[in-house]
């Protein structure tokens, strides 16, 4: 999980936790509760012992120091150990800079805030005109493929061809924030599908267009099937949000 939080006008202080056990764990967040320290947020895993990332919200406790919060998990009673504070990079903003690298399953990601696909997709089009639309299809083409090919190397065989479509499509898109995918019509033989987008990230950038506006999208689409069939495909924007649709919609045919 990526460690970053953003809660606006509050105080907060990110503490990574390592317990002897879940009891342990319990036992701190019981005791920091009724000293009157909020934990806002917490996330834990375990292997041979438990870990955390808590938020706590410090707000309202002028000069609270990180000094003053290391006393009060020591006093706790709980057999825990402070890895690491984490002081905000700016009021109500926390990022943990030794989370790093971030991955998704088994692979790095990056990830790309709003203002900056926004300037990746919609502005580069805006200045440069339709030569960028056919840049990001041929670039979303080339993605789709390779991340099919990776993916292989997840699923296990003898998944049924629809189940591993969308299990391609839910690690492609929803792990990634890209839209939430579902495969509506699907024939390998005839190498056709038709697969449904609710909050295709790239459309939401040119809402009240008045016309389909998925070049990306369209061409990460084509680029799956196509690895999935083992045949080129294109990609038809029949449905968009930028047209004033509620939901983008792709049909996928033989090139």
Known sequence: ????????????????????????????????????????????????RVHAFLVVDVTGKEGYEPDELLREVKSSGAKVKVVRVIPPLARGYLVDKEYFPFHLGPFRAVILPFPLYKAMIKDLQEKFGGSVGAFLYHSGYAMGKRAIKSHRKIFKAGVDERRLAEMHLLLLFLTSGMGKPEITYLSPARRRAKVKIEGNFECELFVG????????????LAGVFAGIFGADVKAIETKCIAAGDKYCEFEIEPV
């Open 1 to 48: 999980m990526l460690r970053v939080v953003y809660t606006p006008d509050r105080d907060i202080v990110g503490l990574v936790i390592r317990a002897a056990s879940s009891h342990d764990m319990v036992v701190l967040l019981q005791n920091l509760e009724n000293r009157g320290i909020k934990v806002v947020r917490a996330s834990v895993y375990r292997d041979k």
């Open 209 to 220: 267009s008045g016309k389909p506006s998925s070049n990306f999208v369209r061409g990460l």
